[in-house]
């Protein structure tokens, strides 16, 4: 009997464990057939699903940012306490992550970043969680100010 694959359910799996090569490799430094090794398969199954690395880097980006968006806010806690857990989650992967983007947005315009879905993806998870938090009129001052703030911190070297 052929073996029966839930295609949606293997993307995911497989775009999920590549954003673990993303992080340690950057974007430059990746290539599909060292992503395809990486997790096991071959560079034909995962052009299969993934035609291009763009296409698997927005993947990863939607399994990523799924997951940080999940039940993020407490309702039951205040707006500080909000914001002082939303800092302290972006800081873990702060640095790793800055690295990715500009890694990834290197080389691009202004034009071609406001049009990437993988920028818009993850600006609408953020600008969401911190519309909860704050309200959509502070939303986009308050999400300023905290990665400034985080970047500030990482190249201060705190």
Partial sequence: MPKIV????????????ATKYFSEHGYAGTS???VATYLGVSKSALYHYFPTKEDLFL?????VMATFDEGFVDPEATEEQNLARLTDVMRQ???TE???VCDYLRGKS????????????????YRKVFAEIVGEGR???????LFGELLLDYMSGR
Avoid: W, Y
């Avoid at 839930?6 to 464990?17: I, N, P, T, V």
């Fill in 98 to 100: 800055i690295a990715l």
């Fill in 59 to 63: 993947a990863c980006t939607k399994e």
């Fill in 110 to 125: 202004a034009a071609e970043i406001a049009g990437d879905e993988a920028m818009q993806v993850s600006m609408e998870v």
């Fill in 93 to 95: 992967d702060f640095p």
């Fill in 6 to 17: 839930d295609h949606k359910a293997h993307s995911q799996d497989l775009a999920q464990r």
């Fill in 139 to 145: 939303a986009e001052e308050v999400m300023a100010r």
């Fill in 32 to 34: 599909m057939r060292n």
